[in-house]
């Protein structure tokens, strides 16, 4: 046996592999649970840069901040900005969403139908009470249904096919109204009293006489 000291470099690890020092990075990944070391690492790189160029790094969070401004704007446009919903009807028994689209467009030069959804009344191969939803709700654009830019901008138009100056709706027809009405005030947070025929914003008979809005309003209020 030799019980002379041994050298220095030799007394540490002697029987193993060398010990070796691991780089800092990887030194401190092994506080993290192994999912989460590439997700660790990409953290580093990237504060490592933010040090390395903080002009970059003010004038990127300035952006980021701008693009996350935008989107919550964007956001709150198309699915927060709905105060009313706005009930017409088309003063004529015949029609659907393709018709008023190319009347409204055709006739009268807008870009689109004047409203967001129409509630059809079994004419022109529709089904009674079968609903369409126009482009224009699809891209939550304003509508062009009244002449009160509030009520255009922040209201949702639906209309229903048929003359209620003439006669009522068909059963059918009124209930996938009211299905309608509260499924739109339910998802979009407007209380029934906010649901308004259009001559009660206008100077004007539509929806007609014959759609009684205080009895739509109260089976949407029974529905909430
Ligand atoms: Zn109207």
């Excluded at 699915?79 to 017409?88: A, K, N, Q, T, V």
């Excluded at 967001?116 to 509508?143: C, P």
Aim: proline share 5%; charged share 20%.
């Amino acid at each position: 046996m030799d019980y002379a000291p041994r050298p220095k470099h030799l007394r540490k690890n002697s029987g193993g592999a060398p010990a070796r020092k691991a780089p800092r990075g990887q030194a401190q990944n092994r506080e993290w649970p192994p999912a989460l070391r590439g997700f660790a690492d990409r953290v580093g790189t990237v504060w490592n840069f933010l040090r390395a160029y903080p002009r970059l790094s003010t004038a990127g969070g300035l952006l980021l901040a701008i693009v996350l401004i935008a989107a919550a704007g964007d956001y709150w446009w198309k699915e927060m900005r709905w105060r009313y919903i706005l009930i017409h009807h088309t003063a004529s028994d015949i029609g659907n969403l393709d018709y008023y689209k190319k009347f409204h467009v055709e006739q009268r030069g807008w870009s689109d139908i004047a409203y967001h959804f129409i509630v059809n009344n079994g004419s022109m191969n529709t089904t009674i009470g079968q609903i369409e939803e126009s482009d224009l709700w699809k891209s939550r654009k304003a509508n062009l249904s009244t002449r009160n830019w509030y009520a255009n901008y922040f209201g949702i138009a639906v209309v229903l096919v048929g003359n209620f100056e003439r006669h009522k709706p068909a059963p059918l027809q009124q209930e996938a109204l009211i299905t309608l009405l509260t499924n739109l005030a339910t998802r979009y947070d407007i209380p029934p009293e906010r649901i308004v025929g259009h001559r009660e914003v206008q100077n004007t008979a539509c929806p007609g006489k014959h759609l009684n809005m205080n009895e739509i309003r109260a089976a949407v209020k029974k529905n909430l």
